[in-house]
C-alpha cells in the first residue's frame, strides 16, 4: 500500500496559484489511481481531482474544473495538483490518496488506506 507524504502548501491571495506535491512511497503510482482530495474546517473530506493509473484519464469536481491541473510523475513516483485562480472556499487541508476507481463520477472515487498529515492551504486577502 502506498503511503503518501503531501506538501506545497500556503497562505495565499484570492487570485493567486499554488502546486502541491504529494510524494509516494511504496509501489510505483502507475499501479494505483490516485486522487485529491480536501477538508475544510467542519466539513467532511471532498474529492477534488483524480488520475488513473495510465495517467490517460484525469477527472475535476465542477468546482475546481478549469482551475485546477492533476499530474504524475512516474520517475518520482510523485503526484502534483497545480492550483490556480485560488478562491477562499478553496480554504481546506489537502489530501492525496490512494482510489478504487477515477471515473467521471466522483462518489466513484472510493478511498483505500488511511490519511496523510494534508497540506494546508488558505486563501485570504
Known amino acids: 500500500q502506498l503511503q503518501f507524504v503531501e506538501s506545497g502548501g500556503g497562505l495565499v491571495q484570492p487570485g493567486g496559484s499554488l502546486r502541491l506535491s504529494c510524494a509516494a512511497s511504496?509501489?510505483?503510482?502507475?499501479?494505483?489511481?490516485t486522487g485529491w482530495f480536501r477538508q475544510a474546517p467542519g466539513k467532511e473530506h471532498e474529492g477534488v481531482s483524480c488520475i488513473s493509473r495510465s495517467g490517460r484519464r484525469t477527472y475535476y469536481a465542477d468546482s475546481v474544473k478549469g482551475r485546477f491541473t492533476i499530474s504524475k510523475d512516474i520517475a518520482k513516483n510523485s503526484m502534483y495538483l497545480q492550483i490556480n485562480s485560488l478562491k477562499p472556499e478553496d480554504t481546506a487541508v489537502y489530501y492525496c490518496?490512494?482510489?478504487?476507481?477515477?471515473?467521471?463520477?466522483?462518489?466513484?472515487?472510493?478511498?483505500?488506506?488511511?490519511w496523510g498529515q494534508g497540506t494546508q492551504v488558505t486563501v485570504s486577502s
Open positions: 490518496a490512494v482510489i478504487r476507481s477515477c471515473l467521471s463520477d466522483r462518489t466513484t472515487w472510493s478511498t483505500e488506506g488511511k
Open positions: 511504496g509501489n510505483g503510482l502507475n499501479y494505483y489511481h
